[in-house]
């Protein structure tokens, strides 16, 4: 089978394909090899990239699954990881110039599960600055580029991630979601991507951003192979006392999902002054889908979501503060050469290894926990984060889902948002509220806009509600074919 045959296929057919004996391991992985030294040199996504040792992976796990040893559904599929991910032996750079040269002493739990599974990684991705940035342009390994259009950003933090699974170098991808950090470059590169209950995958290993409001989550073609991948890491872990034991995703049942009786709720909030008109356009569309697949559609209030930005920055900034306080140049990370005293190396290593981005927000966090404005800030930031709690508590009484537009707008161009850091900021406005009370959310293709550039729906279900979400999300894109559209198909109609 022709490289360009493997690579537009899903994961999970090129997991059958591999059982069947159409196509190997190896070959799969030479294929998405070969697209990634085609492509990335332009687009940037990838940080590090495995080569021979994917090879040799691949050739390892195509061995079990000829003696029947594996039996995983992605078993032998290639993949990519985001670069906050511990990796044993191998850099993990958050893409900083702190960790640079970092070699983690063991890999994350995820990283384990997937071996476990058979899974295939080709390399490490690249991301914002310890995940500060909603545009993949603040990494010191320079800006991820969009793969529909090389002027634009690919969302972040998990720009590498999104951009990998769209210009199809890789089949799925894993990143991780703060605020939005799967979901927001899923929509601007028109892939599909999850964001799972809190505690429902180990946060063991991964290098931390904000401890209550991260957590990993699957990147890909589409929602059945988002599902399948998620399967893989889902589950209680002692390393990691947050998880919480979780039922993985039933994926012939959400294949087979029936609209009929789905009580879906649209938040008017999420569409106030400052959202894009084409993407207004694109989302009632689809909310419309819904609509005439059999779902009650209701239009609601949801007033909680003008406090989200000010609430998850303020909540966020104050732990990143927290957990970035042990890069201090001395057990690890970037060490200064011009200190001259201890002192000097607190403060010059800490100086010269964070860039801006991660300096404005430590700046933030240190200020909203000191003495004087912890009770005006932090603390009200609190008692914001239970009211969208109760709010949503509330909300879903009445709906089975939320749905909304992913980010306010498609991808912004490259440079645009560093110089106005608020724009940046809002284009979390509709995507920080799952994570601020640790709630599963998707974010699916839904439309494209005059320039061809994608547009995301987001879902937000209940707490432990992915079985539905996913259901839905496959319900949608069995009656469209947005996610079937890729960067070298840019101009053909949905």
């Excluded at 979501?305 to 990370?333: F, H, V």
């Excluded at 005006?376 to 109760?390: E, G």
Aim: with cysteine; charged share 20%.
């Amino acid at each position: 089978m022709k490289d360009e045959n493997i690579l537009n296929m899903t994961a999970l057919e090129v997991a059958r394909a591999i059982r069947s004996g159409d196509i190997t391991s190896p070959q799969a992985t030479e294929a998405v090899l070969s697209a990634i030294e085609e492509k990335d040199g332009e687009l940037n996504g990838y940080i590090r990239v495995f080569g021979d040792r994917a090879i040799a992976r691949a050739s390892e796990v195509q061995k079990q699954i000829e003696r029947g040893a594996l039996d995983y559904p992605l078993a032998g599929v290639p993949y990519a990881i985001k670069d906050n991910i511990c990796t044993e032996g191998i850099p993990t750079t958050c893409g900083s110039k702190m960790l640079e040269n970092f070699i983690p002493p063991y890999s994350a739990t995820v990283v384990h599960d997937l071996e476990r599974a058979g899974a295939v990684s080709v390399g490490k991705l690249n991301l914002d600055e310890f995940c500060m940035g909603s545009t993949s342009e603040t990494s010191f390994f320079g800006p991820v580029k969009n793969p529909w259009d090389t002027t634009r950003v690919p969302g972040g933090s998990s720009g590498g991630a999104a951009a990998s699974v769209a210009a199809r170098m890789s089949f799925y991808a894993y990143g991780s979601d703060t605020g939005g950090s799967i979901r927001q470059p899923c929509s601007y590169c028109g892939v599909s991507g999850i964001k799972p209950t809190y505690g429902s995958v180990s946060r063991f290993g991964l290098i931390a951003y904000a401890s209550s409001l991260d957590q990993i989550g699957p990147i890909g073609r589409d929602m059945l192979d988002c599902a399948a991948a998620l399967n893989q890491i889902i589950g209680k872990d002692p390393a990691d006392q947050t998880t919480i034991d979780t039922v993985p995703i039933d994926l012939s049942a959400a294949s087979e999902f029936s609209g009929k009786g789905l009580r879906i709720g649209v938040p008017e909030d999420f569409f106030a002054e400052g959202i894009d008109p084409e993407v207004e356009a694109a989302v009632r569309k689809a909310v419309h889908v819904f609509s005439e697949l059999g779902a009650s559609v209701t239009s609601f209030r949801l007033p909680i979501a003008r406090y989200a930005i000010p609430t998850y920055y303020i909540i966020a900034c104050a732990e990143a503060c927290s957990n970035l306080s042990r890069y201090d140049g001395i057990k690890y990370g970037y060490r200064s050469q011009n200190a001259k005293s201890l002192s000097d190396i607190y403060v010059m290593s800490r100086s010269e290894g964070f860039g801006l981005e991660v300096k404005r927000r430590i700046m933030l966090g240190n200020y909203v926990l000191s003495s004087g404005f912890y009770d005006a800030y932090y603390k009200k930031a609190l008692q914001s984060k239970a009211l969208i709690r109760k709010a949503f508590d509330e909300a879903f009484v009445k709906y089975d889902l939320i749905l909304g537009p992913t980010a306010p707008s498609t991808a912004p161009r490259i440079g645009e948002s560093l110089s106005d850091p608020l724009r940046m900021y809002l284009s979390d406005v509709y995507t920080v509220l799952p994570n601020i009370v640790g709630l599963p959310s998707a974010s699916i293709p839904c439309g494209f806009d005059r320039n061809n550039m994608p547009v995301g729906l987001q879902m937000i279900g209940p707490y432990r509600s992915e079985q539905t979400m996913v259901g839905a999300a496959c319900l949608f894109q069995r009656s469209t074919a947005y996610h079937l559209r890729f960067p070298e198909k840019r101009g053909e109609d949905a």
